[in-house]
């Protein structure tokens, strides 16, 4: 149990990030086709992030406690989509391409997310570059032949 305001506040984060995990992998889990493993995955994101108000979401990245959390959590996101490209790579959906680069790329707009840079550049919400980003990805690597 939470003693202090602080104490709830990391709380509640870290509940958040864990129901949210929870929900995300029980949808992906639901999917075999490597594509929609990434999509899905990503729109879950999007979907969690988009239950925050903009307020909630710079309270969090602006608090080292949970912008901690948020920092382990996009971490682990990074991780995940790369083990959907390598699926995808090995199951020939996707185009033969360097999956660690990729997963890094990912995890680079992850960080603009996380650090503001990217939404202030492009004014969309962490929602919505979720978002974005899982429609870039995936189309991105699909094969052309």
Do not use: C, W
Request: charged share 25%.
């Amino acid at each position: 149990m939470a003693s202090t305001k602080e104490q709830l506040v990391i709380a509640a984060t870290k509940h958040f990030f864990g129901a949210a995990a929870d929900e995300i992998e029980a949808a992906v889990a639901d999917e075999s086709d490597p594509r929609k493993r990434i999509t899905t995955y990503l729109g879950g994101v999007a979907s969690a992030m988009r239950r925050n108000s903009r307020a909630f979401y710079d309270d969090m990245v602006s608090y080292a406690p949970t912008a901690e959390i948020y920092g382990r959590n996009t971490a682990q996101a990074a991780q995940r989509v790369h083990e959907f490209i390598d699926e995808g790579v090995e199951a020939g959906h996707f185009r033969a391409t360097d999956a660690a680069f990729a997963a890094q790329l990912v995890a680079l707009a992850i960080d603009a997310v996380q650090s503001g840079v990217l939404l202030e550049r492009t004014g969309l919400s962490a929602a919505d570059a979720f978002g974005e980003l899982g429609d870039l990805l995936l189309h991105g690597l699909l094969r052309t032949d």
